[in-house]
């Protein structure tokens, strides 16, 4: 009796576990494609190849004309801030070097003042505002560990600036001046002509960015970039007569030199990764 009741038990133990198991846990596979992927995170984790993204720019640009001669303090050239917009198109290599081209408008102003008493009176021109950048950048630092998508940036580019070759704007200004004695009044008269260039011009960039990884899809970025003119944009001659003789002359260049500031919006539109073989072990195995 003893015997058979032992015998009942080892059955039981061995035919329990078995019925506990349904039918499609038993014949179900481990998920191997899943864990290869942990090992491969584990172990490097997948590195971007290459990646294509599209970017929104909005940025505000600062900026003052060269003036050569004040005419005694009767006019200034006064610092210009403009907002402006851009599209830009990139390529993205192993997320440490990038290309990108783009279009923006980029406003190049000059910005005159006329002494008044103390209320000063200030004309503004500005040219067509377009512009066509070529960029180059390149990752000094990353903060996001083995994906890459988050760091510090250098960057140098080159502008293409189209313009019109036509007067921008004028203005004409009359005072009198009285010596006193019975002596007649002097005719003082302000007179000022403003040119943009009559061909393409070109501004260098460098300036500095600091990209923050949102998403898979999205990235932020904050820059600082310095720009530096080539070549004039808008020309300002001013001519100071008294009692129609001419007494001096001035002249205000804008050339786009200037700083920028902005915030970038990327969307990636395609990526590829280089995936580790985690069979490719080197150095000595370690025992946990």
Excluded: C
Excluded at 151 to 162: D, E, R, V
Excluded at 199 to 221: C, H, K, M, P, Q
């Amino acid at each position: 009796m003893m015997r058979h009741f032992l015998l009942y038990l080892l059955l039981g133990f061995t035919v329990l576990p078995a019925l506990g198991q349904g039918q499609t846990d038993y014949y179900r596979l481990p998920n191997r494609n899943r864990q290869y992927e942990q090992v491969q995170f584990r172990y490097g984790g997948p590195t971007i190849r290459d990646r294509w993204y599209v970017a929104l720019d909005g940025f505000v640009n600062t900026g003052r004309a060269h003036i050569d001669n004040s005419i005694n303090g009767l006019i200034n050239s006064d610092r210009s801030v403009r907002p402006g917009a851009g599209l830009s198109l990139g390529w993205s290599y192993r997320e440490r070097w990038a290309i990108e081209a783009g279009y923006a408008r980029l406003p190049i102003q000059t910005k005159v003042s006329v002494q008044n008493g103390g209320y000063p009176l200030v004309y503004k021109y500005q040219g067509i505002g377009d512009g066509f950048v070529l960029r180059g950048k390149r990752r000094i630092l990353s903060t996001s560990g083995p994906w890459l998508r988050s760091g510090f940036w250098l960057t140098a580019g080159a502008w293409i600036i189209p313009n019109s070759g036509q007067q921008e704007g004028r203005f004409s200004l009359y005072g009198y001046r009285y010596r006193g004695g019975g002596e007649s009044a002097d005719t003082l008269r302000l007179v000022s002509n403003t040119v943009a260039a009559s061909r393409a011009t070109a501004i260098a960039e460098l300036g500095a960015e600091y990209n923050v990884r949102l998403s898979n899809n999205f990235d932020l970025g904050f820059q600082v970039r310095k720009r530096i003119g080539l070549s004039d944009v808008l020309t300002t001659d001013v001519r100071y007569t008294v009692n129609q003789y001419s007494a001096q002359q001035a002249q205000l260049i804008s050339n786009g030199s200037g700083m920028t500031y902005g915030v970038t919006l990327r969307y990636t539109l395609s990526l590829r990764r280089n995936l580790p073989d985690v069979l490719d072990v080197t150095g000595k195995p370690r025992i946990r």
